[in-house]
């Protein structure tokens, strides 16, 4: 069972969100099995901002299915062709092309459609016949594939980013001290880390990631944050004040446990949209897109 030790003060912020989260308690977070599981909707990168702030004004920035992958294939093609026409060379333009192809892939919203968006441009070039090159190139864009999706993160979470604004409420019930460490575990793109720059941007930030590409990324997007590459499994949790979670449903009890057996009293485990199944949580949150942040004291 988790220690439930209600320890923010109950302010008037804190009043205003959890009656926000009664309003909008039939949007549970979405039971293990659904399409949550491989990710969420399309309607998942529309830009949110956490009651009871001011709801941000709503724009879809993703593009429905199938324009994604056009999109993607057109731009791989484009830039095999200019790149082969200049001199490259095939193998380096179909390299070039299929890079393009994996880092476009996270606009795929399911594994399927990344794989369909990392893969298509080599494999409409293999089936074109335009080129013909030794076998083992054409497993390349799978070896790219795999650094960018490494297999040790599929059972927990691909790639999904944190909305912007998604954590704007946790201030309200979390009081950090400037300098406080917060873990973003799995971090991505960096996107998490933004959102937790904005809620609390006095604290130091840090972040882990399974992909060695994600991570240079992010280290990239996020160069005021310490971003490494680990297992969040394996590392260490102890010195964080707060960890940060989007991952999976039947990841949670886990998270749960280990921050529990790690961390310190009076530290913190939030996590967007999934809870702990069973467990009583501190605070329910919500995020004007009806996505739940679960923030669990310990
Ligand atoms: C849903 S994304 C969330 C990214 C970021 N936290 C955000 O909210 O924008 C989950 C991330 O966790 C990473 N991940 C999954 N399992 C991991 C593991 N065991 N160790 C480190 N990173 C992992 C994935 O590679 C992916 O980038």
């Known amino acids: 069972m988790a220690r439930q030790r209600p320890r923010a003060p109950r302010s008037a912020a804190r009043e205003a969100v959890e009656r926000a ?33 001011p709801a941000a004004p709503r724009a879809r920035l ?8 056009l999109l993607v294939w ?17 193998a380096l333009a179909l390299l070039a092309g ?14 399927w ?8 441009f080599p494999l409409s070039l293999l089936a074109s016949g335009l080129v013909s090159l030794p076998a083992w190139l054409w497993l390349l864009p799978l070896g790219f594939v795999l650094l960018v999706y490494p297999i040790n993160a599929w059972r927990d979470a691909p790639i999904f980013p944190t909305p912007l604004a998604a ?12 300098g406080a460490r917060v873990l973003d575990a799995g971090c991505g793109l960096g996107a998490g880390l933004r959102a937790l720059r904005r809620a609390w941007p006095e604290a130091e930030l840090q972040g882990l990631e399974w992909s060695w590409p994600l991570r240079w990324a992010c280290a990239l997007r ?32 886990r998270a749960l446990a280990k921050a529990q057996a790690e961390m310190a009293p009076g530290s913190w485990l939030v996590s967007l949209e999934f809870e702990v199944a069973g467990q009583p949580c501190h605070s329910r949150l919500q995020a004007p897109d009806g996505r739940p942040v679960w923030v669990y004291a310990l």
Do not use: K, N
Request: net charge positive.
């Open 74 to 90: 057109a731009s791989a093609w484009a830039v095999f062709i200019s790149l082969a026409r200049a001199g490259w060379g095939v």
């Open 98 to 111: 299929a890079a393009l192809g994996v880092v476009g892939s996270v606009l795929g919203h399911s594994w």
């Open 62 to 69: 993703s593009l429905p299915w199938p324009l994604p992958a």
């Open 113 to 120: 459609r990344r794989f369909m968006l990392a893969l298509g």
């Open 167 to 178: 954590l704007d409420g946790l201030p309200g019930v979390i009081a950090l001290a400037p």
């Open 21 to 53: 989260a009664a309003r909008a308690a039939p949007r549970a977070a979405a039971p293990p099995g659904s399409a949550s599981d491989f990710g969420p909707p399309e309607a998942f990168s529309a830009p949110v901002a956490t009651s009871p702030l």
């Open 222 to 253: 996020c160069p005021w944050a310490r971003v490494r590459r680990a297992d969040i499994w394996r590392a260490s949790w102890a010195d964080y004040q707060v960890v940060y979670l989007f991952q999976r449903p039947e990841s949670m009890a």
